[in-house]
């Protein structure tokens, strides 16, 4: 090789800069001391007679052995590349430490200024202040705007009037964000609800203003600078502009309550967005007034060990809240307890729970159901009083959702969970000493169900005289407790937990003694529910007064005798109604009596009963009979009359009725 | 029987090899003129007035191509030893398959997405520059850096300074692919063809070349006779050269192609092959000045 081939390395450049020896002790080509555009001897393309031979090799190799040749390759050449690597990265390697330091820093760089970068683009933050409430948010708002009306879904209602300038609450304003117009603040401050049930009526708040699609996700209580504050994150649907698509929005509520005001500030934007505005806000809240109000949830309160049986009415009992339309906005006013005793959703409560003066019922009720013991009932329809049973002399309404929350007609049996009826025949055998289980959803502050145990104490009349009227236990009923059922260590329902009474005992102390409404009083309401019924607004009476649809004044006079099934005796009052053809027992309504009924009549002490109005024929009919202490006897197609029926006519010669 | 003339069997520098060198580099720079002369035409016969919507493999492909033509141009530029294809090959999918989806992962979690924050509203604003070229540049360079660094660099072929720029514009143009194909499938896969075309063709030299740039300083940094503090400074310094490049082509790429509310593409498109023509062109001058220094040059090669 002349000088002239000789690569000519810049003075500069060190093309080997690795001076010790190779680790590999097997002795290996290297391809530096090769002149450029040599191979080595053994290259084929160099040599393609010295190929020969090896092909031929192959071709006589077996399977087997070319494996095993192969096999005994890849080790060695793994090996190589794993030392290769080892050298490069290991301690030995002169580029090792340099380079680790140059990767390690400009690391570093990309990390301290990607932390700059935040610092420098973070928002400022700047106080809030008004009317008791201070937190610090991000200055990138708009100005505030006041919220518009929000129609009230379950009751029509008209607009407020428009607020005083003066007028301090209530504050209701929106904040939208400079950065992204769907992240959004919304402030509310209002007076404080009379109900002290903040986490339901703030609930209701929500669903009826976001509709069907709003869906809680969790609730739970955090304690800021010594005020609980009720953080609910949920979803809800919207539109950004009018006829857009609808999204899926997520939402977080901040709520507390103190003596004199509720505080609320609600943060909508995608969840991420929200997160951080919320690690912003939330730290800094703050509530002027120091006399916060519990919102801790009953859960969190001690439960007595129950039964298997208790807890099997869990799902039978419910909240029972009412509503009214204050201002032109419906608000959570108060609420009580339920039972179920009907497949068909008839949930039993007290009168007073729906009762709002003397003379005027609330404007709506929203049913709660069971969910968890540990978690607030789910609201999931609503009702109007004024369209329910009421028994206002014991004390007892008999009330069925009508409803949807968002306002739209509904039936318990149009889907969802199932009702379950907790009813039997009303015990006649309870003795002081028994046990008892109040179930219930009292108002302090949370929402849970709770389960309070006591015992028979006696029983005592309206006015605190011997009597039968009150079941008295000296379980500790709370507001709330009111409607809720009283069961016995088998689960049956014993009565409806009514009232508290307190009186002084004998050494001076006072003693609050529970106040039971027996099953054996709701007999008319129960009667109803087994007869059937939808509710109907202006038909609250518990008395079945059928009239009677014009028909052809020719027919059958119909008759017969209506009689006990224990023991025959004859049973006056009894209401025996003829339904108009095609009715059958399914649709037998007693709200709609007037609609059904073509031909009816009460028994007489004798038990006799004439039909007032003709049954024309032929035709077939359905007959229903009725009378309080009974089951309601409903008979598809128990009347088949025909063309040659006498004029006088005694279908069934008895009907037998069995009471309760 | 005489064997086939084999391209081996060429004397390793001559008059015919120079000009098919240089015949082929023309035709890879005309092929990817041609690529988007041929997306311009198809706009104008298809009437296509708006963007369209590139399919995931129609976005693969557009993004492919010019970086396939790049990347055969890159590595030509290697005349003394061509390194093995199939390591360039190999270290093209490097940058496309790790070096870039790695600089993306790091990027997001350095500096996530800013959710309550406030941009500058002009582009040489400090956070802007900030985040461009300290975040962004010096991260995706990094990671480019790093995807040579771990695998051929230790690798006996790497034997002179020239390898760094070859290997570097590999890993850069495999990187770039990785960049176009979510540009063009970003914003509902929706864009102009003829501008679309452009920019990938664009910012695949200009992605290549900043790979390209930091590739010269790691070749010098391997070979020098100089210490390691020296090597250790030249290494960092070349990777905020490379960076400073990158975060400042996003940045003025940006601002020249906004002119109030209206948008110019082509102004944009303009600018970022004037710079990556540019510093391509100062990476030939170096590239030059590296092969005249090779240890595997022979006088008299071109």
């Not at chain 1, 879904?153 to 769907?182: F, G, I, N, Q």
């Not at chain 1, 609910?232 to 919207?238: K, L, N, S, V, W």
């Not at chain 2, 905020?240 to 996003?250: E, H, P, R, S």
Request: proline share 8%.
């Amino acid at each position: 090789m002349s000088e002239q081939d000789e690569p000519k390395p810049n003075p500069e450049l060190n093309p080997n800069p690795n001076p010790k020896p190779n680790p590999d002790p097997s002795p290996k080509p290297d391809p530096k001391s090769e002149p450029v555009g040599a191979r080595p001897a053994s290259d084929p393309d160099l040599d393609p007679a010295g190929s020969m031979p090896l092909a031929a090799e192959e071709d006589e190799e077996t399977l087997a052995g070319r494996a095993w040749r192969r096999a005994t390759t890849i080790g060695p050449v793994m090996v190589d590349v794993t030392r290769q690597v080892a050298y490069a990265l290991g301690p030995t390697s002169p580029y090792h430490r340099h380079d680790f330091i140059v990767i390690a820093l400009a690391a570093v760089v990309v990390a301290g200024a990607a932390f700059g970068h935040r610092r420098m683009v973070a928002p400022t933050v700047e106080v809030f202040e008004t009317r008791g409430l201070r937190f610090m948010r991000p200055a990138t708002w708009l100005a505030p705007e006041e919220v518009p009306y929000i129609t009230p879904r379950l009751v029509a209602a008209e607009p407020p009037r428009p607020k005083a300038p003066d007028a301090e609450l209530p504050y209701h304003v929106v904040y939208t964000s400079t950065l992204d117009s769907d992240v959004r603040m919304e402030v509310r401050i209002e007076a404080a609800p009379t109900w002290p049930n903040i986490i339901a009526g703030l609930e209701l708040d929500r669903r009826t203003r976001w509709g069907e699609l709003y869906g809680a996700d969790t609730s739970r209580v955090r304690t800021i600078a010594g005020h609980d504050w009720l953080r609910t994150r949920f979803r809800y649907a919207y539109a950004p502009v009018k006829g857009d698509e609808p999204r899926i929005g997520h939402a977080v509520e901040l709520a507390t309550v103190d003596r004199t005001r509720v505080y609320a500030i609600t943060l909508y934007g995608s969840q991420r967005r929200v997160a951080k505005l919320e690690e912003t806000i939330a730290p800094t809240l703050r509530v002027s007034s120091h006399t916060g109000m519990p919102l801790v949830p009953q859960s969190s309160r001690l439960q007595p060990a129950y039964p298997e049986s208790v807890a099997r009415t869990f799902p039978s009992t419910v909240m029972v809240m009412v509503a009214d339309l204050v201002d032109g906005k419906l608000r959570a006013v108060g609420g009580g307890s339920g039972v179920v005793v009907g497949a068909d959703g008839s949930i039993l409560t007290n009168h007073h729970v729906l009762d709002r003066t003397e003379d005027k019922l609330h404007d709506v009720f929203v049913i709660g159901r069971f969910v968890g013991i540990d978690q607030p009932p789910r609201l999931v329809c609503a009702g109007k009083p004024t369209a329910s049973k009421l028994q206002p002399g014991v004390d007892l309404a008999l009330v069925k959702c009508d409803m949807d929350l968002d306002g739209r007609p509904w039936s318990p049996s149009s889907g969802g969970p199932s009702w379950p009826a907790l009813v039997g025949a009303p015990r006649t055998d309870l003795s002081p000493g028994q046990r008892l289980w109040v179930l219930g959803y009292p108002d302090v502050g949370g929402g849970s169900l709770t389960i309070l145990q006591g015992l028979v104490e006696g029983f005592t009349s309206e006015e605190g005289t011997l009597g039968k009227d009150y079941i008295k236990t000296d379980a500790s009923l709370s507001h709330g407790n009111s409607g809720g059922p009283v069961v016995d260590d088998a689960g049956n329902l014993v009565g409806i937990a009514t009232a508290q009474r307190r009186r002084i005992g004998n050494n001076g102390t006072m003693i609050k003694d529970g106040l039971v409404r027996p099953l054996a009083t709701a007999t008319s309401l129960l009667a109803i529910v087994r007869a059937g019924w939808v509710p109907r607004v202006g038909h609250t009476s518990v008395e079945i007064e059928p009239t009677a649809i014009d028909a052809e004044a020719e027919g059958i006079r119909i008759s017969t005798r209506v009689v006990d099934a224990a023991n025959d005796q004859p049973i006056s009052g009894a209401l025996l109604m003829v339904l108009r053809p095609g009715v059958s027992a399914a649709q037998v309504d007693v709200n709609r009596l007037d609609d059904m009924v073509i031909a009816w009549g009460r028994s007489g002490t004798s038990g006799d009963v004439y039909l007032k109005q003709p049954v024309p024929a032929p035709g077939t009919y359905t007959v229903m009979v009725v009378v309080d202490g009974y089951v309601p006897l409903i008979g598809t197609d128990a009347l088949r009359l025909a063309e040659d029926t006498v004029p006088f006519f005694d279908p069934w010669g008895e009907v037998k009725l069995e009471a309760e | 029987m005489s064997a086939p003339l084999r391209r081996s069997a060429l004397p390793r520098w001559s008059l015919r090899r120079a000009r098919l060198l240089v015949g082929s580099k023309l035709a890879l720079v005309g092929g990817l003129l041609a690529f988007v002369g041929l997306a311009w035409i198809v706009e104008r016969l298809l009437g296509l007035d708006g963007p369209v919507n590139l399919s995931p493999p129609l976005a693969l492909i557009v993004a492919g191509v010019p970086a396939s033509l790049w990347l055969a141009f890159f590595y030509l530029q290697d005349r003394h030893e061509p390194e093995p294809m199939h390591f360039v090959a190999g270290v093209f999918l490097l940058g496309g398959l790790v070096a870039a989806p790695l600089a993306d992962f790091l990027i997001y979690q350095v500096a996530p997405p800013v959710q309550l924050g406030q941009y500058g509203l002009t582009p040489f604003t400090l956070d802007r520059v900030v985040h461009s070229v300290l975040v962004i540049g010096l991260a995706q360079e990094l990671c480019k850096y790093a995807a040579v660094r771990y695998t051929i660099y230790t690798s006996p072929e790497f034997d002179e300074p020239m390898d760094g720029v070859v290997y570097m514009m590999s890993v850069g143009t495999g990187f770039a692919v990785w960049i176009n194909y979510h540009r063009l499938q970003g914003l509902g896969g929706s864009v102009y063809l003829s501008t679309g075309a452009a920019q990938t063709v664009v910012t695949t030299l200009a992605h290549a070349s900043f790979a390209g740039w930091l590739g010269y300083v790691l070749g010098r940094a391997k070979f020098t006779r100089r210490g390691p503090v020296s090597r250790g400074v030249l290494l960092f310094l070349g990777l905020l050269g490379a960076a400073a490049l990158n975060g400042q082509f996003a940045l003025v790429e940006q601002w020249v192609s906004k002119s109030g509310f209206d948008r110019h593409a082509w102004r944009g498109v303009l600018y970022a092959a004037a710079v990556a023509v540019a510093v391509f062109a100062v990476l030939m001058l170096l590239v030059q000045r590296l092969l005249a220094q090779s240890p595997f040059r022979k006088d008299g090669a071109p």
